[in-house]
């Protein structure tokens, strides 16, 4: 079945740190996917998407590039910032023929935390 | 802004108790989930619907069903609550026709004694 994979927090990096988070998944086909991040007590937000292989998301100074080749979708930032401090989601949408809304399929997610 | 709103930010029930968690958007959405996040397991999806009083079972459906008599509310429901159901309980909207990003609401965290 379709499966998503992190790498395990928490990682703690100082600001102003290169931050990767890797995500691998397994899907049939090809999923769109997805990075959600949780803010202390908060909800899940969509922080980016890609759509097709080869795409680059970004948004707020992360990136992640869709890489069929590797099944791959790592997230990352140039320049991490406190504020950046947070839970960090992987997720694949898993189509189902008699659903128009599709499911999410998360990974277990990775605890960022950033020191001054 | 889509807004989804939970009925609780906390609540604490008592084993055996019947346990109805809220949730409602505002943005005319067609797709409703329900999620418990437990750490290190990342989001389950418990239910889901895409339309008014249709339901279908998620990854993990055991000991919860969900009502949605209005387009708007979408409620999950613990008909006999035990202390493996404690747990951070989020629930989510989208859509739907092609656009699948879903928007989530600040979490129920439930504790069952």
């Known amino acids: 079945g379709n499966s998503v994979t992190q790498m395990e927090g928490p990682v703690t990096l100082s600001e102003e740190a290169f931050l990767t988070i890797n995500c691998t998944y397994t899907?049939?086909?090809?999923?769109?996917l997805f990075w959600y991040v949780q803010y202390p007590g908060e909800g899940l937000q969509l922080l980016l998407k890609?759509?097709?292989?080869?795409d680059k998301g970004s948004n707020k100074g992360f990136e992640a590039t869709y890489r069929k080749e590797t099944t791959s979708f790592h997230l990352e930032k140039g320049s991490v910032q406190v504020s950046d401090s947070a839970v960090y989601f992987c997720?694949?949408?898993?189509?189902?023929?008699?659903?128009?809304?599709?499911?999410?399929?998360f990974g277990q997610g990775t605890e960022l935390s950033v020191k001054p | 802004d889509v807004k989804v709103t939970q009925s609780s930010r906390y609540l604490v029930k008592r084993t055996g108790e019947k346990v109805f968690l809220e949730c409602v958007q505002d943005?005319?959405?067609?797709?409703m989930f329900w999620y418990r996040q437990d750490p290190g397991l990342g989001l389950r999806l418990i239910y889901f619907?895409?339309?008014?009083?249709?339901?279908e079972k998620g990854d993990i459906p055991e000991g919860y069903s969900v009502s949605r008599e209005k387009k708007e509310r979408f409620s999950l429901i613990l008909e006999s609550a035990s202390t493996n159901q404690t747990s951070m309980y989020l629930c989510?909207?989208?859509?739907?026709?092609?656009?699948?990003?879903?928007?989530f609401g600040p979490g129920t965290r439930l504790t069952v004694t």
């Open positions: 997720a694949l949408l898993s189509g189902a023929p008699y659903n128009q809304g599709g499911k999410l399929i």
């Open positions: 943005m005319d959405h067609e797709n």
């Open positions: 989510a909207s989208s859509l739907g026709f092609g656009n699948y990003e879903q928007y």
């Open positions: 899907a049939t086909g090809y999923p769109s």
């Open positions: 890609a759509t097709k292989a080869d």
């Open positions: 619907s895409y339309d008014v009083k249709m339901k």
